[in-house]
């Protein structure tokens, strides 16, 4: 077992409320229950030996392994191949759809041998709180039982189980068309254990699992070119999603580097305003309109809190429950993925300013029309109230999309987004006929539009700049979705000569750089790989100018920098490594997005 094996060497299965990624070689190495953003029980992706992993693979050190999704499904299947035999590991977890919280999560592990004889071996090695809290073992002829403070654990299996210390190891072997199970259930401190499982019981709940996915995946309406890049996108973000509250998680890790061995490691299992809003026009451009309708009522929670409060009225991430407090410590006793420390726990961006959160929010009601009806007169007031409140504070330096810490600045795309904050609710105000301060958010637009073209273009370099003042000359590619929220025309030549910057500056063999930190340091040691959120905006820009070749010839080739099952980090490294979070929700949403738009541009083409 390989103590750190590459990021994108997982696969990820979920409940709708948490989730775990488990490696090609049939290791859970990250789980966290209850929820995305509750403590681990294991962790051996942020540290091996105090981190917690759940192994059920051949004994065969010689096997070759391969891992595939059973077809438009979140059940994972891990095989493993040698001369002796083939033996498969399905992995899932029952989804929970409910909108009610559960404290019981469940991954289940059906072993079966498809040819041959096959011999698998099973370790459980929990290690509770991120591997800071102790716990017992009770060793029961039908079941386990892992006690820690606040949590119990049980692991039943359809073959004998015995003690490693406070661990658990168990060996069965399998001839042609045999099978075996083991079902580990996390649950609170008076939880009881299930019914013991058979394998003929497991089976029948694989199948129904089946069912529900591929039941949902039905559900879309994409008929394009690219139906399995789109459709295992569109499950990783339900997957990504709090099915109680249908808020989405960032990414389901925490700690995976930038940087192997950089300081560049933080948490993503919370749910951002800016994700979640561009997650909206994706999952509307499916067809799922009952997920964005979701996100959208929890949006408008968010706002509604925030009235009467004072200050600003939206942070830019919560908890998936909408909690707003969201501190950040360090993890010093793991040691981080292949030493990259530090591992903090919590995301301190939480208390940053970031403007471009509004424009994210209108940009997703006024494209979800069939939602933004819904919100009623009350709805209109406190988004209302909102805009209000940003006539007089968008003119402001912040710290932008990218969460530097390096302090503020006047970022161009954060005054880009609170334009089309204005727009679109300028928009929705005429649309739906409600009452709105229309003079004030005009005179705010026009002001923003002026002070972007005047501050925000450089003439030496002809293309719209990362934020004003100093050499005015560093690109960001975060302006890639000026086009889409309507700022400025697609084939504008002032869009199209900015375009061609982006492309001498960020893009490398058609990966594209966030922003060159060396020519606007962030605060943080270290670099970072290119951004695959930024890579499918530029397609999705490009496709808009008219460029379909390049647009569509970076879209292919992006899709040879996923993983073995169609999953995208947050980055990807020099040697084509992933890098960061795991997998992350941006990414896929803009693969959708960037799909959607090419898609568009060569239908028209065609016709």
Known sequence: MDRYPPIADHGLIGDLQTAALVTSQGVVNWFAAPRFDSPSVFAALLDHDRGGYFRLASRDPQASC???????????VTRFMSPDGVGEVLDWMPPNASRTASDEHTLIRLVRTVRGTVQFDLECRPRFDYGRATHTLDLRPDVAVFRAPEVTAYLQSTFPLERDGDDLRGSVTLSVGEAAAAVFTVCGSAGKAPAPPTAEGITQRLWEVADFWQNWVRGSNYRGRWPDMVNRSAITLKLLTYAPTGAPVAAATMGLPEQVGGERNWDYRYTWV?????????????????????????????????????????QIMYRVDGEPLLGEEVLDHLEGYRGSA?????????????????????????????????????????????????????????????????????????RVMCWAAFDRGLKLASDFSRPADTHRWTTARDAILEQVMERG??????????????????????????????????????????????????????????????????????SEGTFSLCTFLYVDALARAGRLRPARYTFEKMHTYANHVGLFAEEVGPSGEQLGNFPQAFTHLSLIMAASTLDEALDRQRG
């Open 66 to 76: 391969r891992q595939l999704y059973y077809p438009d499904t979140a059940i994972l």
């Open 274 to 314: 800016r994700d979640g809003s561009l997650s909206v026009r994706s999952m509307l451009d499916l067809g799922f309109v009952e997920e964005a309708t979701q996100f959208v009522h929890w949006l408008g929670n968010r706002l509604h809190e925030a009235q009467g409060r004072g200050g600003e009225p939206l």
């Open 342 to 414: 530090p591992v903090r726990l919590g995301n301190a961006a939480a208390q940053q300013l970031q403007l471009d959160i509004y424009g994210e929010v209108l940009y997703a009601l006024s494209e979800g029309r069939e939602i933004a009806v819904q919100s009623g007169y009350w709805g209109w007031k406190t988004l209302s109230r909102t805009l209000d409140w940003l006539a007089d504070s968008w003119d402001r330096p912040d710290e932008g999309i990218w969460e530097t810490r390096g302090g503020r600045k006047d970022f161009t795309y954060s």
């Open 457 to 526: 273009w450089s003439k030496s370099n002809r293309a719209y700049v990362q934020h004003f003042g100093g050499e005015n000359d560093v690109l960001d590619a975060s302006l890639l979705l000026m086009p889409r929220v309507g700022f400025v025309a697609p084939r504008d030549p002032s869009w199209l000569s900015t375009l061609d910057a982006m492309d001498r500056a960020l893009v490398s063999d058609s990966l594209v750089y966030r922003y060159d930190s060396a020519a606007s340091p962030d605060g943080l040691r270290g």
